[in-house]
């Protein structure tokens, strides 16, 4: 347990479909990421959210969203997908963004059918 | 462009020594994290290096050479569960993370 918490840990939807995953730390951090991972890639940072206000949007596509109420929730909104977007998508927070060490999710598996 | 190499695969006896190795070029440096990753669990923290040297922390230990781009994690006293992969990643100046592939380390008996 690290801490951060992610739901669902799996999901398949439809290129037509809309889904939200949700992201949860309860380690008081200010700073809030998600990226995505594919097999043998690099992690990909998608979006840094720190004290709530969204830092950096790593050209990510319009058809992923985030939204981050708090600094102890963060999600992230998926409309019409496509299978290429398949991937783990980790969340992860921090003290302070980036020079601190990340606490990671879980993951939820994401496959876009 | 920004670059982190570290090999893809590595194999390693139980009770061994293994050396993961993690070259760099990236635009400035601000620090180098090594992360263990469990198939299907979340990559969690093991070491942080800014100064050149080598840190300790148990069987694990970390090295840095600045001059060099070069970093390397050692394991000791191999376990079945240090079956993971292992990702390096560097802060350049602006602070950006640049996330290596990783290193899938198999420990055989």
């Known amino acids: 347990e690290t801490g951060v918490t992610q739901t669902p840990r799996h999901l398949v939807m439809g290129m037509t479909n809309k889904k939200s995953l949700k992201c949860e730390q309860h380690?008081?951090?200010?700073?809030m990421y998600w990226y995505k991972q594919s097999a043998k890639k690099p992690l990909e940072l998608m979006f840094v959210?720190?004290?709530?206000?969204?830092?950096e949007n790593n050209s990510v596509p319009s058809r992923f969203s985030p939204e981050c109420p708090n600094s102890s929730h963060l999600f992230l909104h998926l409309h019409t997908l496509q299978p290429e977007d398949s991937a783990l998508y980790l969340c992860a927070s921090s003290q302070g963004e980036r020079r601190d060490e990340q606490y990671f999710g879980p993951g939820t598996r994401l496959t876009v059918t | 462009g920004q670059n982190i190499d570290q090999p893809t695969e590595m194999t390693a006896t139980e009770g061994a020594i293994v050396q993961i190795n993690c070259t760099y070029q990236?635009?400035?440096?601000?620090?180098l994290f090594w992360y263990q990753q469990h198939a299907g669990e979340a990559p969690t923290f093991l070491s942080y290096?800014?100064l050149d040297g080598l840190e300790e922390k148990g069987r694990f230990s970390s090295f840095l050479s600045r001059s060099k781009g070069y970093s390397y994690l050692l394991l000791k006293e191999l376990q079945m569960k240090d079956s993971a992969s292992y990702l390096c990643a560097v802060l350049d100046s602006n602070y950006q993370l640049i996330w290596g592939a990783g290193t899938k380390l198999i420990i055989k008996p």
């Open positions: 290096n800014v």
């Open positions: 990236t635009s400035g440096f601000n620090g």
């Open positions: 959210y720190n004290f709530k206000e969204q830092t």
């Open positions: 380690l008081g951090h200010n700073a």
